[in-house]
């Protein structure tokens, strides 16, 4: 274990390999280890989707837009809220979920390797499943406190929290294989996001229904969210470099990153759906349509930077001094004012259809972000659920997604409803649905109350 700033961070490896290559008796990947540690320091907070409702949509994949309803629609699509003119009362007493995912290191793998020594061919299959563009770590916590609706208006309390970094594959060779001669080492990206926010909002819906048309209701709504910030850390720039060769020793490297621990905030998000015959529904969501955050408390610019004092190479050696003193190390920390960020603003498009006398419900959903940020899919998402109702007690659920900023996901489970008292459990896994594949797990339960 490393302590660094007072914080405990993991090691990149609990695995033992042959000792790193070494020039002039100099080991270069404990310095280069160290600083990219730097960026799992900086974002220990975690940080995560705000999308997490309840744990039905986690069982469906997150393909929920068009179906959820009442208090549960709160977040995910407010124009939903009083589109059943039937039900007027429903109550999210709690939701919680929580997940960690990986793109490289299987449950199987890590249990099978760690506390070996590793020959040439295992650490050749290990780094084999590292894609090119890095390892990716993440880490989510999610939070539905409380929501009452009552018609056409709802509140609610959440919180989100998430923690994503992205390390270059080079580094993870320098960790296994030692410094190479003559290799030159440049690790980028290195990269880390943190956000941490609590939220009150006040949802607002308003439905048309049509009779003896294809259009049965019409609806839209609009969310208004108070955003209290916990924790924001971004790293804004990194750079590393390292070499060594039979008779010299070079490299430098720096990190530089916006730190805050609060701010405050708000977020508007819109929706609208349209339910057909037989209750088959189409919905648009913008997330996000608005939101600007000040995050201004105790804000600071941290930076880390290193380089090889060359010049005391060879009186270090015929002294017999340390390795730390050939490192030139400085850590700053500047006061600012604020950070001023925008939640990034996310496009989905929801599709619930009913079948069998509503025994079976099929949902699918479309998500593309319009900005690149860790907490939300730039890259385009596609979610498919599906609901099973045998009879007025039990709900089975599966679900999958595909694409997004993470990992393919698939998704499953169960509720229970005891007259208007709802019980909802659900998992996840990441990457593959057995042990042997899956790269990441998540859980999540709630309890709601639907009239």
């Given at each position: 274990?490393?302590?660094?700033?007072?914080?405990?961070?993991?090691?990149?490896?609990?695995?033992?390999?042959?000792?790193?290559?070494?020039?002039?008796?100099?080991?270069?990947?404990?310095?280069?280890?160290?600083?990219?540690?730097?960026?799992?320091?900086?974002?220990?907070?975690?940080?995560?989707?705000?999308?997490?409702?309840?744990?039905?949509?986690?069982?469906?994949?997150?393909?929920?837009?068009?179906?959820?309803?009442?208090?549960?629609?709160?977040?995910?699509?407010?124009?939903?809220?009083?589109?059943?003119?039937?039900?007027?009362?429903?109550?999210?007493?709690?939701?919680?979920?929580?997940?960690?995912?990986?793109?490289?290191?299987?449950?199987?793998?890590?249990?099978?390797?760690?506390?070996?020594?590793?020959?040439?061919?295992?650490?050749?299959?290990?780094?084999?499943?590292?894609?090119?563009?890095?390892?990716?770590?993440?880490?989510?916590a999610k939070l539905q406190a409380f929501s009452i609706g009552y018609g056409p208006v709802a509140i609610g309390i959440r919180g989100f929290s998430s923690y994503s970094s992205l390390f270059a594959r080079e580094l993870f060779e320098l960790a296994f294989r030692g410094n190479e001669i003559n290799r030159v080492y440049k690790f980028d990206p290195v990269k880390g996001d943190g956000l941490t926010v609590a939220a009150a909002g006040l949802a607002l819906g308003h439905s048309f229904y049509f009779e003896n048309s294809v259009v049965k209701n019409f609806g839209f709504g609009v969310n208004f969210r108070y955003l209290y910030g916990l924790s924001y850390t971004r790293v804004t720039e990194s750079r590393f470099f390292a070499q060594t060769t039979y008779s010299s020793l070079d490299g430098d490297g720096s990190?530089?990153?916006?730190?805050?621990?609060?701010?405050?905030?708000?977020?508007?998000?819109?929706?609208?759906?349209?339910?057909?015959?037989?209750?088959?529904?189409?919905?648009?969501?913008?997330?996000?349509?608005?939101?600007?955050?000040?995050?201004?408390?105790?804000?600071?610019?941290?930076?880390?930077?290193?380089?090889?004092?060359?010049?005391?190479?060879?009186?270090?050696?015929?002294?017999?001094?340390?390795?730390?003193?050939?490192?030139?190390?400085?850590?700053?920390?500047?006061?600012?004012?604020?950070?001023?960020?925008?939640?990034?603003?996310?496009?989905?498009?929801?599709?619930?259809?009913?079948?069998?006398?509503?025994?079976?419900?099929?949902?699918?959903?479309?998500?593309?972000?319009?900005?690149?940020?860790?907490?939300?899919?730039?890259?385009?998402?596609?979610?498919?659920?599906?609901?099973?109702?045998?009879?007025?007690?039990?709900?089975?659920?599966?679900?999958?997604?595909?694409?997004?900023?993470?990992?393919?996901?698939?998704?499953?489970?169960?509720?229970?409803?005891?007259?208007?008292?709802?019980?909802?459990?659900?998992?996840?896994?990441?990457?593959?649905?057995?042990?042997?594949?899956?790269?990441?797990?998540?859980?999540?339960?709630?309890?709601?109350?639907?009239?």
């Open positions: 274990m490393i302590i660094f700033r007072d914080r405990l961070i993991a090691p990149v490896s609990l695995l033992h390999f042959s000792p790193a290559r070494t020039i002039l008796g100099v080991d270069v990947k404990k310095c280069i280890l160290t600083t990219s540690l730097f960026v799992a320091s900086l974002a220990i907070s975690p940080q995560a989707s705000e999308i997490f409702g309840n744990a039905r949509q986690y069982a469906l994949g997150g393909a929920y837009s068009a179906m959820a309803q009442g208090a549960e629609a709160m977040f995910s699509n407010p124009a939903n809220l009083y589109l059943n003119h039937n039900r007027k009362f429903s109550m999210n007493i709690l939701g919680i979920g929580a997940e960690v995912a990986n793109n490289s290191i299987s449950h199987v793998t890590y249990q099978r390797y760690v506390g070996d020594y590793l020959d040439e061919k295992e650490i050749d299959y290990i780094l084999g499943e590292i894609p090119e563009e890095g390892v990716s770590l993440r880490s989510d990190i530089k990153a916006e730190y805050s621990e609060g701010g405050v905030g708000y977020g508007v998000t819109v929706g609208t759906t349209v339910a057909l015959y037989n209750d088959f529904r189409l919905a648009v969501v913008i997330e996000n349509l608005h939101s600007t955050m000040d995050w201004d408390k105790r804000s600071r610019e941290l930076s880390f930077t290193f380089d090889v004092n060359e010049e005391r190479i060879e009186s270090l050696l015929q002294a017999n001094g340390t390795v730390d003193s050939l490192f030139l190390t400085q850590d700053t920390s500047i006061a600012v004012d604020k950070f001023t960020i925008s939640l990034p603003s996310v496009l989905r498009l929801g599709m619930m259809l009913p079948l069998q006398a509503k025994r079976w419900y099929l949902n699918t959903e479309y998500e593309q972000g319009f900005d690149d940020a860790e907490f939300f899919a730039f890259k385009p998402r596609l979610a498919l659920g599906v609901e099973f109702l045998p009879n007025n007690v039990f709900r089975f659920r599966i679900g999958a997604s595909f694409g997004g900023n993470y990992e393919n996901h698939y998704s499953g489970g169960m509720g229970l409803a005891f007259d208007r008292f709802c019980w909802d459990i659900a998992f996840r896994t990441y990457g593959g649905i057995t042990s042997w594949a899956s790269k990441g797990f998540g859980v999540a339960t709630s309890i709601a109350i639907r009239y």
